[in-house]
T-cell receptor, first 113, second 112 residues
């Protein structure tokens, strides 16, 4: 069964460094998403992406964040200058054949020290 | 706008007893609703979904949920808990076109 994949599974970085989190959505999906989950808290929407542009973003998704679909398969989330509070699990998702059914990747745990 | 409220942050049940995880939604129309499960250090797995076809929805691993419009509820149930059901459960609703709104989650503990 096709699945969303994410790399790396765990990333440790120092404050102020740039990180890129990578996702490979399911191949025929058109809508892509990033969510984050700070430890012990609920999952929060960051951004949605369709047709090579951002469809919607939350207030969390400030100028330090950017997304890109550099080729036909990858979908990336970049954090330009990481802060301690960026430490979280980041989930990528893409839409299935039913518009509202999102398939989630296993997540990337980002630890900022 | 859609919102979901999970009424219990923690639920403990004994193995073999029924599970009830509560979710209420807020919407001016009949929504789509989902339950996702997250096992420790794992990703989010779809348990079941309601998309207006039938009010009683069956999912994986013996879970089911009933959409009750009169009560604006979508509670998750299972007749008999198993140790492997211990996890965090999220009630989720689409909001607008492009995002999910997650409930705060219910951590299910299953006692031997």
């Amino acid at each position: 069964e096709p699945e969303v994949t994410q790399t790396p599974s765990h990333q440790v970085t120092q404050m102020g460094q740039e990180v890129i989190l990578r996702c490979v959505p399911i191949s025929n999906h058109l809508y892509f998403y990033w969510y984050r989950q700070i430890l012990g808290q609920k999952v929060e929407f960051l951004v949605s992406f369709y047709n090579n542009e951002i469809s919607e973003k939350s207030e969390i998704f400030d100028d330090q964040f950017s997304v890109e679909r550099p080729d036909g398969s990858n979908f990336t989330l970049k954090i330009r200058s990481t802060k301690l509070e960026d430490s979280a699990m980041y989930f990528c998702a893409s839409n299935g054949p039913f518009f509202y059914e999102q398939y989630f990747g296993p997540g990337t745990r980002l630890t900022v020290t | 706008a859609q919102s979901v409220t999970q009424l219990d942050s923690h639920v403990s049940v004994s193995e073999g007893t029924p599970v009830l995880l509560r979710c209420n939604y807020s919407s001016s129309y009949s929504p789509s609703l989902f339950w996702y499960v997250q096992h420790p250090n794992k990703g989010l797995q779809l348990l079941l979904k309601y998309t207006s076809a039938a009010t009683l929805v069956k999912g994986i691993n013996g879970f089911e949920a009933e959409f009750k419009k009169s009560e604006t509820s979508f509670h998750l149930t299972k007749p008999s808990a198993h140790m492997s059901d211990a996890a965090e459960y999220f009630c989720v609703a689409p909001s607008g076109t492009y995002k999910y709104i997650f409930g705060t989650g219910t951590r299910l503990k299953v006692l031997a």
